[in-house]
C-alpha cells in the first residue's frame, strides 16, 4: 500500500511540475493505481488463504505422526513380543527324575528376556495369551529295561498342569513326544516343564528337545 502511495504522490508531483498535463490524463493514471491496487488485495487474500491450507495439512500432518508415535510407544511398552525357544544341547541328559525342571540349556530365540537357561522356567514379563510347545526326545540309555525306556513330562504353570507329553523309546530306537498349549498367564508366572514317573532316564538332546512359548495378545490385567 505503502508503495502506491508514494507513486501517487510521485505523478501528482510530477503532474503539478508540468503544467501541460491534463487532469484527464491523472484521473486515468488514478484509475489505472485503483485497480492495481485491488488486484494486489485479491492476490494477497488468496494467498492468505493458501498460507492458511498449508498451515493446516500441516496440522494433519503433525497429528498423524503423533499418533503414530504414541501408538508405537503402547506396542513397544504393553504389546511388545515375547518369544523364546530353547533347546537341549547335548546329546543325552542322564538321571532325569520325577519333578525335575528340565533343562532347555540353549537358547536360541529369548525376545522380552523372559526364559532362564539356568533354571530352565520362563517368567512372563507380561500377562496376556500365551502359547507353549514342548517337544522331547527320549532316548532310553543306559537306564532301559527290556521294553526300552519311558519319558513323561508336563508344562505346568505355576502350580497349573496345562499339557503332557509321553514318548516311548525302544531298546534300537529313539522317540519323541510333543504337546502345545494355549494359557491366559499373569505377569511374573511360571511356566516350564518337568518330568514326571521317570525311571532315571536319559533324555535326549541334539536339538530334538525344546521348549518354546510366545505371547499371542497381551492382556491389561
Ligand atoms: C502542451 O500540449 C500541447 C498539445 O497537447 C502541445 O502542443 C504543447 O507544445 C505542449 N506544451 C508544452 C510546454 O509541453
Ligand atoms: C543363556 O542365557 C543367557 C542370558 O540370556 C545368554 O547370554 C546365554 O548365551 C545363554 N546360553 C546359551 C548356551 O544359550
Same mark, same amino acid.
Given at each position: 500500500?505503502?508503495?502506491?502511495?508514494?507513486?501517487?504522490?510521485?505523478?501528482?508531483?510530477?503532474?503539478?511540475?508540468?503544467?501541460?498535463?491534463?487532469?484527464?490524463?491523472?484521473?486515468?493514471?488514478?484509475?489505472?493505481?485503483?485497480?492495481?491496487?485491488?488486484?494486489?488485495? !485479491?492476490?494477497?487474500?488468496?494467498?492468505?488463504?493458501?498460507?492458511?491450507?498449508?498451515?493446516?495439512?500441516?496440522?494433519?500432518?503433525?497429528?498423524?505422526?503423533?499418533?503414530?508415535?504414541?501408538?508405537?510407544?503402547?506396542?513397544?511398552?504393553?504389546?511388545?513380543?515375547?518369544?523364546? &525357544?530353547?533347546?537341549?544341547?547335548?546329546?543325552?541328559?542322564?538321571?532325569?527324575?520325577?519333578?525335575?525342571?528340565?533343562?532347555?540349556?540353549? &537358547?536360541?530365540?529369548?525376545?522380552?528376556?523372559?526364559?532362564?537357561?539356568?533354571?530352565?522356567?520362563?517368567?512372563?514379563?507380561?500377562?496376556?495369551?500365551?502359547?507353549?510347545?514342548?517337544?522331547?526326545?527320549?532316548?532310553?540309555?543306559?537306564?532301559?529295561?527290556?521294553?526300552?525306556?519311558?519319558?513323561?513330562?508336563?508344562?505346568?504353570?505355576?502350580?497349573?498342569?496345562?499339557?503332557?507329553?509321553?514318548?516311548?523309546?525302544?531298546?534300537?530306537?529313539?522317540?519323541?513326544?510333543?504337546?502345545?498349549?494355549?494359557?491366559?498367564? !499373569?505377569?511374573?508366572?511360571?511356566?516350564?516343564?518337568?518330568?514326571?514317573?521317570?525311571?532315571?532316564?536319559?533324555?535326549?538332546?541334539?536339538?530334538?528337545?525344546?521348549?518354546?512359548?510366545?505371547?499371542?495378545?497381551?492382556?491389561?490385567?
Amino acid at each position: 500500500m505503502a508503495v502506491f502511495l508514494c507513486l501517487f504522490f510521485a505523478i501528482i508531483h510530477g503532474a503539478l511540475s508540468e503544467e501541460n498535463v491534463s487532469m484527464d490524463s491523472i484521473t486515468k493514471r488514478l484509475e489505472y493505481l485503483e485497480n492495481k491496487v485491488m488486484e494486489q488485495e !485479491k492476490e494477497n487474500s488468496y494467498l492468505r488463504s493458501e498460507v492458511t491450507k498449508c498451515q493446516m495439512n500441516n496440522d494433519n500432518t503433525r497429528n498423524l505422526v503423533d499418533t503414530q508415535l504414541s501408538k508405537r510407544f503402547i506396542m513397544d511398552t504393553q504389546e511388545g513380543v515375547i518369544a523364546f &525357544t530353547a533347546a537341549i544341547s547335548p546329546k543325552v541328559v542322564d538321571h532325569v527324575k520325577d519333578n525335575d525342571i528340565i533343562k532347555f540349556d540353549t &537358547t536360541i530365540t529369548d525376545v522380552g528376556g523372559g526364559y532362564n537357561n539356568i533354571t530352565g522356567v520362563f517368567v512372563a514379563p507380561l500377562s496376556g495369551i500365551y502359547s507353549f510347545s514342548c517337544s522331547l526326545l527320549d532316548h532310553s540309555g543306559i537306564h532301559q529295561g527290556p521294553d526300552g525306556a519311558m519319558i513323561h513330562a508336563e508344562i505346568i504353570h505355576n502350580q497349573r498342569l496345562l499339557g503332557r507329553i509321553f514318548a516311548h523309546a525302544s531298546t534300537t530306537y529313539r522317540d519323541q513326544g510333543a504337546q502345545t498349549v494355549v494359557a491366559v498367564v !499373569k505377569q511374573g508366572d511360571q511356566v516350564f516343564v518337568r518330568s514326571v514317573d521317570n525311571q532315571d532316564l536319559g533324555l535326549g538332546g541334539e536339538f530334538y528337545s525344546t521348549f518354546t512359548g510366545h505371547l499371542l495378545q497381551f492382556l491389561d490385567k
